[in-house]
């Protein structure tokens, strides 16, 4: 066990975890931030994505020894107010179905966009191809991040 | 005018009660006929318990009594009460109902919510809006028939009272034995796009989903289950998990082993630190044994037939050519996105369940049938669920919460690991079948399906289309015994068997020389104005649907680099048809878009709806093209999605969904544009690649798809 002393959401927080365990479960289990979603264990289905100093991440396979100070944000931290872009775009559109890998959809379009505010229908797929969604809505999730951009 | 009787016993029928800080809260006890062309459930007088609260502000809280698993009754359904209480939606607020006893149907699964609770939850609405004008009525001392409402006030001429001021008025009184409903043209929320209750808190990463519970000191549970079907535990030794930070117990129940932690990740490590020693010696099945028992089958008759019209052995015989294919299907995991996971604490005599549940009455059951104890004392919370697809039906996992919790004496939540999720499911069974039609002086004059499948023998839908179309017409279906754990997979059979029937009518269309559509609708012709036996749907609806796609997808026209696949299936009461474009890029097929013609009687809620029917068609695509599980030695070969393949967004077709405008009561959406897609699919691959698809997955490995 070590004593950590992490940035998450723009707020300093301390941490008692093994070297090893990863980023996801300091946010859920010792943090209590469940926004980020268990999915793979092994950075294949996005549904853990958050962001590190802005980029989009897999938080299942970052060990907490490897932050140290880096910027950390969760789905939680993305707005104050619900108010994203991406969050608005998600409302209009109605985007989920169960919901559960939508947070690592958004964290994941969110870094998108921080790089290149003007996606072609391409780049948007090629940027979410690492996250999986069970229920489809695909179809969904690349209108609203075009309305998002489209809104930028 | 639909009248419905309120009830046979009024004296319990309704009760109301004051609310704390003013307001009411009307408990429903009622009977309530659905409509007689509802075929199934067959004696279907519901008995029900809603609860709805009328705040004095005027706001109205509905709660909501199926689980969510993302088909969206969660909003769906308390539209329908909403509707008829003649609220306004923005002053709706939504809770998950408890499990009661008092629900007729609080499970999802078969496309069902919807349709069964069409009457009953618009009656508790009407009733309750019957309350407010009858409470006005003797407040104003005027007759009821001279009063009307809207958005959620009773109106009086230039008068008006607001539900918020009536209710606490509205106790004890009391309503007559017949209510009125809506006419669908007077509706203003149902047929209205209206968001998903639980949106906001998804988007913000609120803790909605079982896998968020907390309670203050509870463990974590991570189980090791025997590595194969067949296999028993010997013996393990738990040394090393015990030494992990963070673990605080292991205990052994059957043959698994629980590792208790106080984070997840400490006993996810703590199992892995396991050593355990297994008896294979059982029986261990395998996927090239499967398929050799499937095939012996196939190539025998069934013991009786499913059904048989005319006699299809002689029209084979006397036939000019016999027209035959067979096609298969592997197992498939269900891989919801939230794996399994299920809360749990056993203290004396009392039980609190906590977590994703599709059945949580019967789990409740079975959960008190393991403890020995009585359901009354056992709770059990709905959360919102991470995906279902027929996985939540079985609630082994909330089984063996509930044994380590009463063993370990401790709260627990088990979670299973994706590796776990994928290798200890309840697989979509592994199934083929072999079709041959007669075909005589260029007609159609027999058809013969084989069905045979894993573990249960249920592979067929005899009733169904084809049926009546056909003169001679012969249903078989056979199963193989086995210990692997299938059940129901999304749109259970039909997911398989509609991919295979509509491939082979595709397929026999283009030996007879005839258009694949038309095909069909002179089949359906035949079953629509003179059927062959009795039929368990409408040709009639099938053939609109089927008009339908072929008009918006451009059937039989000409689109330069496009080749198109048509399908079409009815089931869980509602009828759909497609047609799949497919391109050809660097010499790799792609399905670029996919039109959908649907009719499922009045559309309650469209967005919504549009939504479950694209997700069924890149579902359909997506399992058709890459779903690939296996077995050897009773293990399956695939644990993760570094193994196994799912569609992702790059892949998933753009899909136009167009509805029959209907005046029909409403059917479900969750799994009916499932069956069709593969089919549709891979029609349109035979006609852009030249190769016809016999077994899935139809994209093997890696290969390019889209």
Known sequence: MATYQLTINGKQQTVEADADTPMLWVLRDHLDLKGTKFGCGIAQC?????????NAVRSCSIPVSAVSNAEITTIEGLSKKADHVLQKAWVEHDVPQCGYCQAGQIMNAAALLQRNSSPSMDEIETAMNGNLCRCGTYNKIKAAISSAASNL | MTVIKTKVDRRSFLKTSALA?????????WACSPSAEVKDPASAWFDINAYLTIADNGEVTIMSPNPEIGQNVKTSMPMLVAEELDVDWKDVIVKQAPLDNAFPRQVAGGSQSIRSSWKSMRMAGATARRLMIETAAKEWAVDVNSLTTKGGYVLNGNKKLSYGELASKAVGIEIPEEVTLKEPKDFTIIGKSQKNVDLDEII???????????QEGMQYAVVLRPPAFGAKLKSFDDTEARKVNGVTDVIQFGDKVAVLGNNTWAAMKGKKALVADWDMSGRLEDTPYHDSEMNKLLNKRAERPSRSDGDALKAMASADKVFEKTYEAPFLPHNTMEPMNFFADVTGDKVKLVGPIQTPAGTRGQIARLLEKSPDDITLEMTRMGGGFGRRLYGDFALEAAEISQKANKAVQVVFSREDDMTAGTYRPASKYKFRAAIKDGKLTGYHLSGAGIGRNNWVRPDWFPAGGIENYLIESSYVDSNITTGAWRAPITNFLAVAEQCFFDELAAEMGQDAVQLRLDILERAKNNPVGEID??????????????????WGKAESGVSK???????HNTYVAEVADVIMKDGN?????????????????????????????VDGMGHALYGDFSFINGTPQAS??????????KEAPTVDVHFVESLNDPTGLGEPSLPPAGGA???????ATGNRLYKIPFVKDQMVFG
């Open chain 1, 46 to 54: 996005g549904a853990c994505t958050i962001h590190m100093d802005g």
């Open chain 2, 21 to 29: 800080g003013g307001g009411l809260m009307i408990g429903f006890n």
């Open chain 2, 204 to 214: 913000t990463g609120k803790p909605v989903f079982g896998i968020d519970y907390k």
């Open chain 2, 537 to 554: 749907y409408e040709p009639e609806k099938m053939i609109g649907v089927i008009k339908l796609a072929a008009e918006k997808g451009n």
């Open chain 2, 565 to 571: 696949g048509f399908s079409a299936y009815y089931s």
């Open chain 2, 589 to 617: 097929p792609i399905v670029k878009n996919v039109t959908v013609a649907v009719d499922c009687g009045i559309v309650v809620n469209p967005d919504a709806a549009i939504n479950q029917i694209q997700g069924g068609v």
């Open chain 2, 640 to 649: 993760n999605f570094n193994n196994y393949r799912l569609i992702r967004t």
């Open chain 2, 681 to 687: 699919l891979a029609n349109a691959m035979a006609k």
